[in-house]
């Protein structure tokens, strides 16, 4: 970079992004150009379009380095979503750590699964109610009876997700359900710090105190009472070999927690044990997603199957065509 006299009168907004792609080019750092305006837009605190908005603006000697110091860290293949301390997700933005996963696009689609599974269950519970109100109407001796058992059938659709991370889906299957007060939301994470960052990002996304949207502290089951029942469970659990870790890229394998990452020897040990235990909080005909490894379906489908409490797993493709996401429905 240009020695830093009179870098104000030579640095505008245009020059700088076409340096710093050509720098990150050297440095092998993925997508430079977009890599730059993001950083460029964090440090003068812009949005993007206002870069080209204000394409021949110089920067002064604070933004520079303020700027530089964010170009260094990425050098050093800190993940640019750590840098910025936020990362897209859906429809909304989310406050991101060390402390939590990064959101991937993939796993955009457990949460297009699970909002048709969610309508499909409120399609079923309206279809119910509506059934024993029209037998209310035409059995008149019957009121009583009816009545009773109106009152027992449950007019919630509750949703746990395991391993909550950012919150990222929870919130944004919550976003998407916001005017419905028959859904309930539930949020387990075993890393308290991940539990205020989704807090946070609840609050930030629905943009006001959810009530139907519950973080709780503990690992998957252990902070779920052994009564409680969930229409659908969902979870992207840890699913990378232990082996495999170590041939990740550095913005994952030395930054992000390795508790988000690590799936035991087979990669699918977090698997196993959700779905040993989901059975006993799913409701009849409920359903468990899991995200999973896009070479997992064999080991999964075999473990399944093993356990006896599902029908035959459901293996749902990425828009690469990749097994991402596997759909169990207790029997």
């Given at each position: 970079m240009q020695t830093e006299n009179n870098l104000s009168d030579r640095w505008t907004i245009l020059k700088i992004i076409s340096w710093t792609t050509n720098y990150f080019k050297e440095f092998d750092i993925d997508s430079p150009r977009l890599t730059a305006e993001i950083l460029l837009c964090h440090a003068l605190n812009i949005r993007r379009i206002?870069?080209?908005?204000?394409?021949?603006?110089?920067?002064?000697?604070?933004?520079?380095?303020?700027?530089?110091?964010?170009?260094?860290?990425?050098?050093?293949?800190?993940?640019?979503?750590?840098?910025t301390g936020s990362k897209g997700f859906w429809d909304s933005q989310f406050i991101v750590t060390p402390d939590?996963?990064?959101?991937?696009?993939?796993?955009?689609?457990?949460?297009?699964?699970?909002?048709?599974?969610?309508?499909?269950?409120?399609?079923?519970?309206?279809?119910?109610?509506?059934?024993?109100?029209?037998?209310?109407?035409?059995?008149?001796?019957?009121?009583?009876?009816?009545?009773?058992?109106?009152?027992?059938?449950?007019q919630h659709i509750n949703i746990l997700e395991l391993g909550t991370g950012s919150g990222a889906i929870s919130i944004s299957l919550a976003k998407e359900n916001q005017?419905?007060?028959?859904?309930?939301?539930?949020?387990?994470?075993?890393?308290?710090?991940?539990?205020?960052?989704?807090?946070?990002?609840?609050?930030?996304?629905?943009?006001?105190?959810?009530?139907?949207?519950?973080?709780?502290?503990?690992?998957?089951?252990?902070?779920?009472?052994?009564?409680?029942?969930f229409d659908i469970i969902i979870s992207n659990p840890p699913y990378i070999p232990t082996n495999d870790i170590k041939t990740l890229q550095e913005e994952v394998r030395d930054y992000e927690p390795l508790l988000a990452l690590d799936g035991g020897s087979d990669g699918i040990s977090s698997l196993k044990e959700i779905m040993r235990s989901a059975h006993h909080y799913l409701t009849q005909d409920g359903i468990l997603l899991m995200e999973m490894g896009f070479d997992q379906k064999e080991k999964i489908e075999l473990e399944a199957l093993k356990i006896c409490k599902y029908e035959p797993p459901i293996f749902i493709k990425d828009y690469a065509g990749h097994n991402r996401v596997v759909s169990l429905k207790k029997i």
């Open positions: 206002d870069l080209y908005l204000q394409f021949d603006r110089p920067l002064n000697s604070d933004e520079l380095a303020q700027y530089k110091s964010l170009i260094r860290r990425r050098l050093k293949k800190e993940p640019v979503a750590y840098i939590v996963l990064i959101p991937r696009p993939d796993t955009e689609l457990i949460v297009e699964v699970a909002l048709n599974l969610i309508k499909q269950k409120k399609n079923e519970r309206q279809n119910k109610v509506e059934q024993y109100s029209k037998i209310e109407q035409n059995i008149i001796e019957c009121n009583e009876k009816i009545e009773k058992h109106n009152k027992s059938l449950d005017n419905s007060s028959d859904i309930i939301f539930f949020a387990t994470d075993i890393s308290l710090k991940a539990a205020i960052i989704a807090k946070k990002n609840s609050l930030n996304a629905i943009m006001k105190p959810s009530q139907n949207l519950f973080f709780l502290i503990g690992s998957w089951f252990s902070p779920i009472k052994p009564e409680a029942k």
